[in-house]
């Protein structure tokens, strides 16, 4: 009963870290619109990070809290699900995707390069800082790279002098309207420290009283709580007709959670003692999953319903497959 109660926590607890994140990114966003400014910065952080707000937070806090294990199965969960369940359910509902981008298929290998890449890194036993450095390294190669060209409008602005003219104008005008916005702002980012310590909390003692690695609690409870943004904005997406928002967000999540919050967390606290038999199975589930969406994918530029149902079979493969191993 008290492991019921402990699971039926998580949960609750996960439900709120996700609902702390929309209120983050909300407020980060009515931020920006009220000064009146194109900012960048603020841009490229909701952008990169918008659905994985839960994985990070979960990260860091696991990392001070001297459980960074969590999040590395959390991510490699989340990464999993990503491409099975999330896709798997998105595709079932929407009835099948459509495909309109050739160019996405460059992103698709990009992605799986990042999400593997933690797992070589690992061969040793250890992801330690200058593994964090490393993929912390990559993410911003790829944001710099991807976002080369606004970065270029952005030093214009800067050179030209009149950016801080305009910030200091626009703070002016807007100071009263913002108040009220950054009050949104620091109570979201404080409910999501609050949520994800119970959630490190939670799964700690979850861990104790079954027996289960707090590895595999992140693997399997924990990331399928954290990918339901994923989900959210996959649906959304398709019932918008986006295709290419549903694959951009998918991909995106894949690369932030391998590359930018696997890299802060190991450069926070590095993770030790990593058994091979412990993240085996996840690669080669991995390996499947992105295999079949790439396959699924570029044969004839469609997702149809059946395979989606196979992703989503293949998601429940592996879920059971952890529980007994």
């Given at each position: 009963m008290q492991i019921i109660g402990l699971i039926l926590l998580l949960f609750a607890f996960t439900f709120v870290l996700i609902k702390s994140a929309d209120l983050t990114l909300e407020s980060l966003k009515s931020l920006a619109r009220k000064?009146?400014?194109?900012?960048?910065?603020?841009?490229?952080?909701?952008?990169?990070?918008?659905?994985?707000?839960?994985?990070?937070?979960?990260?860091?806090?696991s990392a001070f809290g001297g459980s960074p294990d969590l999040s590395l199965g959390n991510i490699l969960g989340a990464n999993i699900a990503n491409l099975s369940l999330v896709v798997g359910l998105s595709t079932l509902i929407a009835g099948g995707v459509v495909i309109h981008q050739k160019v996405i298929f460059k992103e698709i290998l990009l992605a799986g390069g990042a999400a593997v890449l933690p797992l070589v890194l690992m061969y040793d036993g250890v992801l330690g800082r200058t593994d964090g450095a490393i993929l912390s390294a990559i993410y911003l190669a790829y944001a710099t790279s991807f976002f080369k060209i606004r970065f270029q409008q952005i030093g214009n602005t800067l050179f030209n002098g009149r950016f801080m003219l305009r910030f200091v104008r626009h703070v002016e005008e807007t100071e009263q309207r913002v108040d009220r916005t950054l009050g949104h702002l620091f109570v979201g980012i404080a409910a999501l420290l609050f949520s994800a310590n119970f959630i490190v909390k939670l799964s700690r003692d979850l861990a104790g009283l079954t027996g289960i690695s707090i590895f595999i609690i992140g693997i399997i409870f924990l990331s399928i709580g954290t990918t339901l943004p994923e989900l959210v904005i996959s649906l959304e997406s398709l019932k918008r007709k986006e295709p290419g928002v549903f694959l951009a967000n998918v991909l995106g999540s894949l690369i932030v959670n391998s590359t930018l919050i696997l890299g802060i967390v190991s450069l926070i606290s590095p993770i030790k003692g990593i058994a091979v038999d412990n993240y085996l199975i996840p690669l080669i589930f991995f390996v499947i999953v992105f295999a079949l969406f790439r396959l699924f994918?570029?044969?004839?530029?469609?997702?149809?319903?059946?395979?989606?149902?196979?992703?989503?079979?293949?998601?429940?493969?592996?879920v059971v497959i952890e529980f007994i191993h």
């Open positions: 000064l009146k400014i194109e900012s960048f910065a603020i841009s490229a952080i909701i952008l990169a990070v918008a659905t994985s707000l839960p994985e990070l937070f979960v990260g860091i806090t994918t570029r044969t004839k530029l469609k997702l149809d319903r059946w395979e989606g149902l196979i992703l989503v079979l293949i998601y429940m493969v592996f």
